[in-house]
């Protein structure tokens, strides 16, 4: 499905490819069949306020968007299991995922990446695509009620991937839970996070996780330690991609 594609590039890092690839982009959103003529409008038009830009301000900008906190973390298990240790085995089994279905991932990137993760349904089929969009359309929904609160137009591709998902979500509920949220990415709030993170010095290795807030992982992705935002894994499925 080339507008996963789409989307995972936009999502990911601005780089001067994309910005140079715009109006190729813009054609492939314009001739999608998975979204409606509204979300395609709105999803050009993101592309053409963001590829305006100064790539280096781009860069920056999103850097702050998604670099500082945990709330717009763009890593899945962020959202799931917080920082559980369970995080390991998660990854483990998305990466066997990947794998028994012929899907390289480059040593630096973590499965659970949201842009890698798409890049992968991206190349499924359309059931396949629109069950394991569903399983995290609660995690999509709240990080873009996240993007919404702070005025950021990065909302129009979580946005998509929702409608691409088919599954309606109470976005009312979720918003207003979001309205209620403290900002995490203040001045303050990383300040206060660091002062508070006990440093031990016996804690085994893998026992915490780095890199743009990512932490944890799967306690079988119990669906009640999402913050009240459901995601499954399907074992059967895996299994069956793995041709089992």
């Not at 038009?45 to 280096?56: G, M, S, V």
């Not at 059931?127 to 702070?150: A, K, N, P, V, Y």
């Not at 894994?233 to 991609?241: G, I, K, L, N, P």
Request: hydrophobic share 40%; charged share 30%.
């Amino acid at each position: 499905m080339l507008i996963l594609k789409v989307v995972s590039r936009l999502l990911d890092y601005p780089t001067a490819e994309l910005f140079s690839a715009a109006d190729e982009i813009v054609d492939v959103v314009n001739q999608s069949d998975e979204l409606s003529l509204t979300n395609r409008a709105e999803l050009v038009d993101f592309i053409r306020q963001l590829t305006a830009r100064d790539l280096y301000d781009a860069q920056e900008s999103y850097d702050l968007l998604f670099d500082r906190g945990r709330a717009l973390s763009l890593l899945l298990f962020e959202h799931v299991h917080g920082e559980s240790r369970d995080r390991g085995q998660a990854m483990v089994d998305l990466m066997n995922v990947y794998k028994s279905n012929g899907f390289e991932v480059d040593s630096s990137q973590l499965p659970d990446y949201i842009p890698l993760y798409l890049e992968f349904l991206s190349e499924q089929s359309p059931e396949f695509i629109q069950e394991w969009l569903g399983d995290i359309s609660h995690i999509l929904t709240m990080l873009s009620e996240r993007l919404i609160d702070r005025k950021c137009y990065y909302n129009v591709l979580l946005d998509s991937l929702i409608e691409v998902s088919g599954v309606e979500v109470d976005r009312a509920e979720i918003a207003e839970a979001i309205s209620k949220e403290e900002r995490d990415d203040t001045v303050a709030a990383i300040d206060k996070e660091w002062e508070d993170k006990e440093i031990r010095f016996d804690d085994p290795v893998g026992g915490q996780c780095s890199s743009a807030g990512m932490q944890n992982s799967q306690k079988s992705l119990d669906p009640n330690t999402v913050h009240q935002v459901p995601i499954k894994w399907h074992d059967a499925d895996a299994a069956e991609v793995a041709g089992l």
